[in-house]
């Protein structure tokens, strides 16, 4: 204890000391273990957010040392799905806690090699770009559909390579470009323009469609979201910087994110630079204007279309619904198709065990998170599940597949587009 009767800090300057309200604000309710699915699935108090937070605040006071496995262990078990800020009432911050202790953690044990390596690949476009050619190459060519038989992660790595094929026939259509509700410029995404670009020229159409003009922001990174999750934080930061002078050269009213996990980063780049003398009040002023594509789409309407005859489950990305808190603007994106049964799911709003790179190195916990998703899916009866995040996509996707389910994931926007596309037929050729 100090003079002044507050505890001491064994770790002063570390990320974690900065965040010492978030700590504080815990009052230990326990309101937050039927949320973890960590906690619901190892029924262990030390993988519950309640029990993470007490070991968080025993580093900080130093009765425990980041340098204990056992604390490591379940730190880095936890999937970062936020769904305990969802149902905590005393607003505890635990997703920046959880970045703040694995950045002070890391410090003094770097991440293994294979997340070194990935996080590497993701800051550096000269990389990422072959990375993405050549997993579009194994996908388009069918190698990976074949790959994807092999046993284990490996085949596992494959399906969800696999997934990423375009699900729906369309064909491209004239979208109009008054943009009456305003200028929007579009993340483009490291995976999404990567992996599922036929999502983000479907994002370009929908949002014209809804009344916005599209302004392009060129020079855009990857969003650092992976990087900050995994406790790299100043990683995380240079890549902010790049974005934030990007989108404030485009001149856009809005910045529209069809990728939950980015979008949640995007909209804390005020928090992750808010010590940046520099970038701080920019990176607070662009982080205002962003939204997820749903949250304009509900503002616009959406403008309604007939869609074909589906039975479609909603799954909630954990980073729009527990980090944004978007529920309601997804949906109402469905219900604007016509011709689109609903399929309730169970616990749609639990995670599907993604979470980024987490499958890479928390293997066994992510397959058993994700087997509660898939049995879901199949009670449900859906021909395919909607959800807004390419991370939830490909983990469920692969999931379906590997396990006989005759289901496919789509984005909601794809979803959307095709209906506009039915409706509007082909655009003119000449």
């Avoid at 815990?26 to 957010?49: I, K, R």
């Avoid at 995670?351 to 928390?362: D, E, M, R, T």
Wanted: glycine residues 10%; hydrophobic residues 45%; contains cysteine.
């Amino acid at each position: 204890m100090t003079a002044s009767g507050a505890t001491a800090c064994a770790l002063p300057g570390s990320p974690l000391a900065e965040a010492r309200a978030g700590l504080d604000a815990c009052v230990h309710c326990g309101f937050c273990l039927q949320s973890c699915p960590t906690y619901l699935t190892l029924e262990d108090e030390n993988d519950s957010p309640r029990g993470r937070v007490v070991l968080m605040r025993s580093m900080f006071e130093g009765t425990l040392s980041p340098d204990d496995q056992a604390v490591r262990t379940h730190i880095d078990r936890c999937l970062g799905c936020r769904a305990c800020e969802t149902a905590c009432p005393s607003g505890v911050p635990y997703g920046q806690l959880l970045e703040a202790t694995r950045a002070t953690m890391t410090a003094r044990h770097p991440q293994p090699l294979v997340v070194r390596i990935i996080l590497g690949v993701f800051s550096r476009p000269a990389l990422l770009r072959p990375a993405m050619a050549l997993g579009r190459m194994l996908r388009d060519s069918r190698i990976a559909a074949a790959l994807a038989r092999l046993p284990g992660r490996i085949g596992f790595a494959f399906a969800m390579l696999d997934t990423t094929r375009v699900p729906l026939a369309r064909w491209p259509y004239d979208a109009p470009e008054a943009g009456e509700r305003g200028r929007v410029s579009l993340l483009d995404g490291c995976v999404m323009e990567g992996l599922y670009a036929g999502t983000n020229r479907a994002t370009a159409r929908v949002l014209g469609v809804n009344g916005y003009a599209t302004a392009a922001a060129p020079g855009q990174r990857c969003c650092g979201a992976l990087h900050a999750h995994a406790g790299d934080l100043e990683s995380a930061r240079a890549l902010a910087r790049v974005n934030v002078a990007a989108f404030e050269r485009s001149g856009a009213d809005f910045i529209a994110v069809n990728s939950a996990g980015c979008g949640a980063m995007c909209k804390e780049y005020g928090h992750l630079l808010a010590h940046d003398p520099v970038w701080a009040e920019r990176a607070a002023a662009v982080a205002a204007r962003v939204r997820d594509v749903s949250e304009l789409l509900a503002d616009a309407g959406p403008v309604p279309a007939q869609g074909a005859a589906m039975r479609v489950a909603y799954d909630a990305a954990c980073h729009l619904l527990h980090a944004q808190r978007v529920a309601l603007p997804p949906l109402r994106v469905l219900a604007a198709i016509g011709g689109l049964e609903s399929a309730p799911l169970a616990d749609a709003d639990q995670c599907c065990g993604g979470a980024g790179i987490y499958g890479l190195v928390q293997p066994v916990v992510s397959n058993l998170v994700l087997a509660s998703k898939i049995s879901d899916i199949r009670a449900s009866g859906a021909q395919w599940v909607a959800t807004g995040n390419p991370g939830c996509l490909m983990q469920i996707g692969a999931g379906l597949q590997r396990g006989g389910v005759p289901c496919r994931t789509v984005h909601p926007i794809d979803l959307l587009d095709a209906a506009y596309a039915a409706d509007r037929g082909p655009a003119p050729r000449g």
